[in-house]
């Protein structure tokens, strides 16, 4: 889906046809769409779905009729069958072409209307670098909000998997340390970017004293976001080995317990296979109550069996 957006007043407000310094926001845009948009800023194919691409690393370009930047926003997908969000991150691309800004998503994400809903702010499409910065300043604080709800799930799962290890709460745990593998990446990857794009000319020379400062706020809330993310990967994967290791030991007293309980009955099974062979040389064997004799033996030694095993800790 297309929408264009213009200054009217210091305000930003939807316009229905491109013209210079509009900001052209295609998210999940078809392919006809694609195809228009390269076709009138006569750009190449491979440019204009290059941000679609999921694995498409943080990265800046130039050329002599744009320049594109490519940075990883977060987003996610409610999963009502296993009770959580699935979180994880898309590539978004903005273009720089003939006075006008591009920015294509292969989703409709949270970081662009967030844009519309910061008060006291004005979005001025006439200097790019001004929203540009926004935006990045927006993914930023999207990104620090995701981390602290998967934190909050984070902890409503170890709280329940404490009370009973099902595989519904530990499947959710790998799926919260696989987002944050997606978003230490990703935010890495946006760092060593900034840090290019902060070195770059068509970019630096156009901030502002003021706009210069906002990018050292981004690069300084994107590190944030990025040493948030690694604590929480370390701490989320410690406590997946802690829970496997608890595992493990219940899955040993377990099969403890089964080998004691085996010892008492092929100690049953030996006295009863023994008297099961017709031999009249063994002791008893021809004493009128010789049967009762050998069951209660072997219920006795059982039962010490299993005190003994019970007093060492072994049941």
């Keep these: 889906m297309l929408k264009i ?7 930003l407000t939807e316009s229905p046809k491109i013209e210079p310094h509009t900001w052209i926001d295609a998210s999940n ?3 006809e769409e694609l ?7 006569k750009l190449p194919v491979e440019t204009i779905t290059d941000p ?14 744009y320049n ?8 996610y997908e409610e999963n009502e069958a296993k009770g959580y969000r699935q979180y994880f991150t898309v590539p978004l691309g903005i273009i720089l072409v003939q006075d006008c800004m591009i920015t294509i998503c292969r989703r409709d994400t949270n970081v662009i209307h967030n844009l519309f809903k910061q008060k006291n702010k004005h979005l001025y499409v006439k200097h790019f670098p001004y929203l540009i910065l926004q935006i990045f300043w927006q993914t930023s604080l999207t990104y620090l909000s995701d981390l602290k709800d998967i934190n909050t799930n984070t902890s409503i799962v170890q709280k329940k998997l404490e009370s009973s290890m099902s595989n519904k709460h530990l499947f959710g745990m790998m799926a919260q340390e696989k987002t944050l593998v997606y978003f230490t990446t990703s935010l890495r990857s946006n760092d060593f970017m900034l840090d290019r794009l902060k070195r770059m000319a068509f970019f630096r020379k156009s901030l502002t004293e003021e706009e210069e400062d906002l990018l050292d706020d981004v690069i300084v809330e994107n590190r944030q976001a990025l040493e948030t993310a690694k604590i929480y990967n370390d701490i989320l994967t410690g406590m997946m080995d802690a829970f496997a290791s608890v595992i493990n030991n219940n899955v040993n007293q377990i099969l403890k317990r089964f080998a004691s309980i085996s010892i008492v009955f092929a100690w049953a099974t030996l006295i009863f296979s023994l008297y099961g062979m017709n031999s009249t040389d063994l002791p ?8 009762h004799y050998i069951i209660a033996f072997t219920v006795i030694t059982c ?4 005190i003994l095993f019970w007093r060492k800790k072994l049941l």
């Excluded at 957006?5 to 305000?11: F, L, Q, S």
């Excluded at 679609?52 to 009729?65: F, H, P, Y």
């Excluded at 039962?303 to 299993?306: A, E, H, Y």
């Design 52 to 65: 679609l691409d999921v694995d498409e690393r943080a990265r800046c370009e130039t050329d002599e009729d």
């Design 29 to 31: 845009p078809t392919p």
């Design 68 to 75: 594109m930047i490519i940075y990883r926003i977060p987003t």
């Design 35 to 41: 195809h228009n948009l390269a076709k009138y800023f």
């Design 284 to 291: 008893v064997a021809k004493m009128n109550y010789g049967f």
């Design 5 to 11: 957006y213009k200054n009217e007043n210091g305000v």
């Design 303 to 306: 039962i010490i069996m299993l």
